[in-house]
T-cell receptor, first 116, second 115 residues
Framework: NAGVTQTPKFRILKIGQSMTLQCTQD?????MYWYRQDPGMGLKLIYY???????DKGEVPNGYNVSRSTTEDFPLRLELAAPSQTSVYFC???????????????FGSGTQLSVL | AQKVTQAQTEISVVEKEDVTLDCVYE???????LFWYKQPPSGELVFLIR??????QNEISGRYSWNFQKSTSSFNFTITASQVVDSAVYFC????????????FGKGTRLHILP
């Protein structure tokens, strides 16, 4: 059981480049989330999804896009990378509402992104 | 709006001391959930506890205990007889189930346990 898998683990981008951070989970979770972690700033929610075909903005969505065509996958797209997007990105999933006694986030191992 | 405040940015204690990490939250909902997560130096995020707004019983799990007080909107976390392996960043989080499905995190408290 792999849980939540994020790829890549590390990436360096030049300003203006685009890339997609991949996230997949094999737990049949309805809910998926993207967070970014900046030093001293905790985790900020970028986007989240409550099921296939449904996405919504979090606290800091600007500069990002997401899609949720399947239950398993929730990729995060950076279209024009900027230095402000240098951060560690975490994908997470949860059984929320389908399993109310097990409402916790399962996190991927993170993607460290540097935009230079 | 929902908000989680962890006022302690960084704490250092000597091994075997007890330490309490504070978490204060704001919410407009009557139904909400509170969480604590641990992030050790390796970087992964580890779930510690989930508490719903209708259950104010304090919880103890080994050396860990949690004090949930709705009257002060606090959900504090105490480590008893701290160990070096407890060194990590600890995050408190809140979700408002009646309003949306976001889970919002505090900024975290970095805990150093000194040998």
């Amino acid at each position: 059981n792999a849980g939540v898998t994020q790829t890549p683990k590390f990436r360096i981008l030049k300003i203006g480049q685009s890339m997609t951070l991949q996230c997949t989970q094999d737990m049949n979770h309805n809910y998926m989330y993207w967070y970014r972690q900046d030093p001293g700033m905790g985790l900020k929610l970028i986007y989240y999804s409550v099921g296939a075909g449904i996405t919504d903005k979090g606290e800091v969505p600007n500069g990002y896009n997401v899609s949720r065509s399947t239950t398993e996958d929730f990729p995060l797209r950076l279209e024009l990378a900027a230095p402000s997007q240098t951060s560690v990105y975490f994908c997470a999933s949860s059984h929320i509402r389908t399993d109310p006694f097990n409402e916790k986030l399962f996190f991927g191992s993170g993607t460290q992104l540097s935009v230079l | 709006a929902q908000k989680v405040t962890q006022a302690q940015t960084e704490i250092s204690v000597v091994e075997k001391e007890d330490v309490t990490l504070d978490c204060v939250y704001e919410t407009r909902d009557t139904t909400y959930y509170l969480f604590w997560y641990k992030q050790p130096p390796s970087g992964e995020l580890v779930f510690l506890i989930r508490r719903n707004s209708f259950d104010e019983q304090n919880e103890i799990s080994g050396r860990y205990s949690w004090n949930f007080q709705k009257s002060t909107s606090s959900f504090n976390f105490t480590i008893t007889a701290s160990q070096v392996v407890d060194s990590a960043v600890y995050f408190c989080a809140l979700s408002e189930r009646d309003r949306d499905d976001k889970i919002i995190f505090g900024k975290g408290t970095r805990l150093h346990i000194l040998p």
